[in-house]
Nanobody, 128 residues
Framework: QVQLAESGGGLVQAGGSLRLSCAAS????????MGWFRQAPGKEREFVAA????????YYADSVKGRFTSSRDNAKNTVYLQMHSLKPEGTAVYYC?????????????????????WGQGTQVTVSS
Protein backbone atom coordinates (compact mmCIF):
# COMPACT_ATOMS: atom_id res chain seq x y z
CA GLN A 1 0.00 0.00 0.00
CA VAL A 2 1.48 3.31 -1.12
CA GLN A 3 0.56 6.48 0.68
CA LEU A 4 1.83 10.00 0.21
CA ALA A 5 1.21 12.78 2.70
CA GLU A 6 1.98 16.41 1.93
CA SER A 7 2.47 19.06 4.57
CA GLY A 8 3.88 22.55 4.95
CA GLY A 9 1.34 24.57 3.02
CA GLY A 10 -0.04 27.81 4.30
CA LEU A 11 -0.37 31.54 3.78
CA VAL A 12 2.70 33.52 2.79
CA GLN A 13 3.32 37.00 1.43
CA ALA A 14 4.66 37.54 -2.05
CA GLY A 15 8.43 37.21 -2.06
CA GLY A 16 8.40 34.86 0.89
CA SER A 17 9.47 31.25 1.23
CA LEU A 18 7.82 27.99 2.10
CA ARG A 19 8.95 24.38 2.24
CA LEU A 20 6.61 21.52 1.42
CA SER A 21 7.20 17.97 2.60
CA CYS A 22 5.96 14.68 1.21
CA ALA A 23 6.28 11.68 3.49
CA ALA A 24 5.97 8.35 1.71
CA SER A 25 5.01 4.94 3.03
CA UNK A 26 4.82 1.62 1.24
CA UNK A 27 7.76 2.40 -1.04
CA UNK A 28 11.10 4.17 -1.03
CA UNK A 29 11.30 7.57 -2.65
CA UNK A 30 14.70 6.76 -4.14
CA UNK A 31 13.30 3.82 -6.12
CA UNK A 32 10.59 5.69 -8.02
CA UNK A 33 10.32 9.02 -9.71
CA MET A 34 8.72 11.64 -7.49
CA GLY A 35 6.96 14.71 -8.77
CA TRP A 36 5.30 17.89 -7.61
CA PHE A 37 2.23 19.31 -9.31
CA ARG A 38 -0.11 22.16 -8.54
CA GLN A 39 -3.64 23.05 -9.45
CA ALA A 40 -5.41 26.37 -9.15
CA PRO A 41 -9.21 26.71 -9.30
CA GLY A 42 -10.46 26.45 -12.87
CA LYS A 43 -7.09 25.35 -14.20
CA GLU A 44 -5.47 22.08 -15.16
CA ARG A 45 -3.08 20.37 -12.82
CA GLU A 46 0.39 21.38 -13.97
CA PHE A 47 3.89 20.09 -13.53
CA VAL A 48 6.14 21.91 -11.06
CA ALA A 49 9.18 19.77 -10.27
CA ALA A 50 10.41 16.17 -10.17
CA UNK A 51 13.31 13.96 -9.08
CA UNK A 52 14.69 11.19 -11.25
CA UNK A 53 14.82 7.92 -9.32
CA UNK A 54 17.85 6.62 -11.17
CA UNK A 55 20.33 9.49 -11.06
CA UNK A 56 18.73 12.02 -8.70
CA UNK A 57 18.50 14.72 -11.36
CA UNK A 58 15.82 17.32 -10.82
CA TYR A 59 13.49 18.85 -13.38
CA TYR A 60 11.53 22.08 -13.15
CA ALA A 61 8.82 23.93 -14.95
CA ASP A 62 10.07 27.11 -16.59
CA SER A 63 7.76 29.14 -14.39
CA VAL A 64 9.54 28.09 -11.18
CA LYS A 65 13.09 27.47 -12.38
CA GLY A 66 15.62 29.29 -10.24
CA ARG A 67 13.14 29.80 -7.40
CA PHE A 68 12.08 26.28 -6.42
CA THR A 69 14.29 23.37 -5.40
CA SER A 70 13.25 19.75 -5.06
CA SER A 71 15.21 17.34 -2.90
CA ARG A 72 14.89 14.10 -1.00
CA ASP A 73 16.01 12.66 2.30
CA ASN A 74 16.35 8.91 1.87
CA ALA A 75 16.75 8.29 5.60
CA LYS A 76 13.39 9.93 6.25
CA ASN A 77 11.83 8.62 3.03
CA THR A 78 10.65 12.14 2.37
CA VAL A 79 10.83 14.51 -0.57
CA TYR A 80 10.77 18.29 -0.30
CA LEU A 81 9.92 21.30 -2.36
CA GLN A 82 11.68 24.44 -1.19
CA MET A 83 9.97 27.49 -2.63
CA HIS A 84 11.52 30.96 -2.66
CA SER A 85 10.37 34.28 -4.10
CA LEU A 86 6.78 33.13 -4.14
CA LYS A 87 4.36 34.93 -6.41
CA PRO A 88 0.58 35.35 -6.18
CA GLU A 89 0.17 33.20 -9.30
CA GLY A 90 1.74 30.38 -7.31
CA THR A 91 -1.43 30.10 -5.25
CA ALA A 92 -2.71 26.57 -5.72
CA VAL A 93 -3.12 23.17 -4.16
CA TYR A 94 0.23 21.43 -4.37
CA TYR A 95 0.35 17.67 -4.85
CA CYS A 96 3.09 15.14 -4.35
CA UNK A 97 3.04 12.18 -6.73
CA UNK A 98 4.93 8.96 -7.39
CA UNK A 99 5.40 6.98 -10.59
CA UNK A 100 3.65 3.63 -10.89
CA UNK A 101 6.88 1.98 -11.97
CA UNK A 102 10.50 2.83 -12.70
CA UNK A 103 10.67 4.94 -15.84
CA UNK A 104 13.82 5.64 -17.81
CA UNK A 105 12.64 8.40 -20.12
CA UNK A 106 12.88 12.00 -19.06
CA UNK A 107 9.57 12.78 -20.70
CA UNK A 108 7.77 10.59 -18.18
CA UNK A 109 8.49 13.08 -15.41
CA UNK A 110 6.67 16.02 -16.97
CA UNK A 111 3.24 14.50 -17.49
CA UNK A 112 0.73 13.65 -14.80
CA UNK A 113 -0.36 10.60 -16.80
CA UNK A 114 2.63 8.56 -15.61
CA UNK A 115 2.05 9.10 -11.90
CA UNK A 116 -0.11 6.46 -10.26
CA UNK A 117 -0.01 7.62 -6.66
CA TRP A 118 -1.01 11.01 -5.36
CA GLY A 119 -1.13 12.75 -2.02
CA GLN A 120 -4.14 14.62 -0.74
CA GLY A 121 -2.64 18.00 -1.55
CA THR A 122 -1.68 20.99 0.54
CA GLN A 123 -2.94 24.53 0.01
CA VAL A 124 -0.44 27.28 -0.70
CA THR A 125 -1.75 30.83 -0.74
CA VAL A 126 0.48 33.72 -1.74
CA SER A 127 -0.86 37.15 -0.89
CA SER A 128 0.01 40.39 -2.68
Amino acid sequence: QVQLAESGGGLVQAGGSLRLSCAASGRTVSAYGMGWFRQAPGKEREFVAAINWNDGNTYYADSVKGRFTSSRDNAKNTVYLQMHSLKPEGTAVYYCASHGRAYFSRAAYYTKATYNYWGQGTQVTVSS
